[in-house]
């Protein structure tokens, strides 16, 4: 019988709003005990000392991309497992956008075959139906057989461009009873931007992605939403406008829930100049100059300092309710190009916990409890699940993790089989010491 007892560990639970220190004994991966002070300590039980530690609740991803199958020098489905458990993400729901994609029971179980013969001790995971054909956006998938399958959910992860296709996929879900998310981007307004328009964008001489682009498809879909009254989950949020929006849609009673992606809290277009001085990385801030850095053409692309700000107090006032971290590998080769010929995403999932933790929390933006809570019980609420918690009784879903330990991010340091990252060759503080599942 495998017994751990975690002794002066500051344990954080969003779901009972806990955040003391105590002692915390495990037994079989159960939780036994929450007490100070255990001092009747079971035979053949491993004591360790976590003074400065954290415990809290396994993290959830809402959605990542996956290379496997189709791109797997990318990633593979155990490596993108692996950089789950080292950034203490239990939960990851995948985006349908592989190859040959989830557009059908045929894709789904592929995907399935691939993560049977994987060690059950790595993260669980997820995964989203294809809402149209191929993910072209087109025309619906096998929607309906689809919804017999155990799919958290539907979504592109690309933007539909035709509303009315937008309208009936809203109308033929409803009495399916799954979630769908939708990423608005009128790619008519974004053309062939790389950066979020305005004076730096103009001043990198990169193409500009006005914020209308986002805030006029998002308005489409909350006015279909209003009509029809199906629940819609608004994925990348990026803009203060939108903020705006979303506040304005869930005031109205609208069944609307909304994320934001880690990098666009911490980041803004500054970042791609070079220029942190208005970001919120703290400690864990880009040190150097990274200007025109392909890893930061992002979609949506980073904002600007006033839409940074009011996501952070978005997230915080929960009109935004979960954070993102939407990991999306790329070779070194398709990233080393211009930043606006490089094809747009960033890893995030070893990194999006330390890196929040001391821009976010450290700075005093946010709370612990605040960051854990959309980082584990958020995500996992907008998923349809169940959220992991501390409870006594309950299955240990957990992370321990060190909020000052350093290491160097580089290639050999990180699971992911890629490392298009801003943070590539810096150190960083806080590191996730273990993982329960």
């Known amino acids: 019988m495998i017994r751990e007892l975690l002794q002066n560990v500051r344990v954080l639970d969003p779901v009972s709003k ?3 220190t105590t002692d915390i004994l495990i037994t079989e991966n159960q939780i036994q005990a929450i007490q100070e002070n255990i001092t009747e300590i079971p035979a053949h039980t491993e004591v360790r000392d976590c003074q400065g530690l954290i415990l809290g609740p396994g993290l959830a991803d809402i959605y990542s991309h996956s290379g496997e199958p189709g791109f797997e020098e990318r990633e593979t489905l155990e490596s993108l497992m692996q950089a789950a458990a080292a950034g203490g993400f239990t939960r990851v729901a995948i985006l349908p956008d592989t190859s040959p994609p989830v557009d059908n029971l045929a894709g789904l179980a592929l995907l399935q ?31 309906g057989e689809l919804a017999s399958s155990p799919i958290v959910g539907f979504a592109d992860g690309l933007s ?13 879900i409803q009495p399916l009873n799954k979630s769908i998310a939708l990423w608005p981007c009128d790619r008519t307004l974004a053309g062939n931007g790389a950066a979020r328009e305005g004076s730096v964008s103009v001043r990198l001489g990169l193409p500009g992605i006005p914020a209308s682009a986002e805030t006029s498809a998002l308005a489409a879909i909350l006015e279909l939403v209003a009509s029809g009254g199906t629940p819609v989950h608004i994925m990348r949020v990026s803009t203060a406008r939108s903020v705006e929006l979303i506040r304005d849609a869930k005031a109205r009673g609208l069944p609307v829930t909304a994320s934001v992606t880690w990098m666009h809290l911490l980041l803004n277009v500054g970042a791609i100049s070079g220029n942190t001085k208005d970001c919120v990385g703290g400690k864990n801030a880009l040190t150097a100059s990274f200007a ?3 890893n930061l053409h992002l979609e949506p692309p980073l904002g600007n300092p006033i839409d940074q700000l009011a996501l952070i107090q978005a997230v915080k006032d929960g009109v935004i309710d979960a954070i993102a971290i939407d990991h999306n590998p790329r070779t070194y080769e ?3 190009v211009a930043f606006a010929d490089s094809p747009p995403g960033a890893i995030g999932l070893e990194l999006a916990l330390p890196l929040l933790w001391h821009g976010l929390v450290e700075t005093g933006k946010f709370s612990a409890l605040e960051l854990w809570r959309v980082l584990s019980t958020g995500p996992a609420v907008c998923l349809g699940q169940a959220p992991a918690t501390l409870a006594l009784g309950a299955s240990a879903e957990l992370i321990l993790f060190d909020p000052l330990m350093t290491w160097t991010v580089e290639g050999y340091s990180l699971k992911s089989r890629s490392a298009n990252t801003p943070w590539l060759g810096q150190q960083i503080a806080g590191k996730v010491l273990k993982t329960w599942v």
């Open 113 to 143: 075959q691939h993560i049977r013969n994987l060690s059950p001790s790595l993260p669980r995971l997820y995964f989203w139906g294809a809402l149209t054909a191929g993910v072209k956006g087109q025309q619906m998938a096998e929607l």
């Open 292 to 294: 025109y850095d392909p």
């Open 334 to 336: 398709e990233k080393t």
């Open 160 to 172: 539909l461009s035709n509303p009315s296709l937008v309208r009936r996929l809203l109308e033929y």
């Open 18 to 20: 806990i955040d003391r």
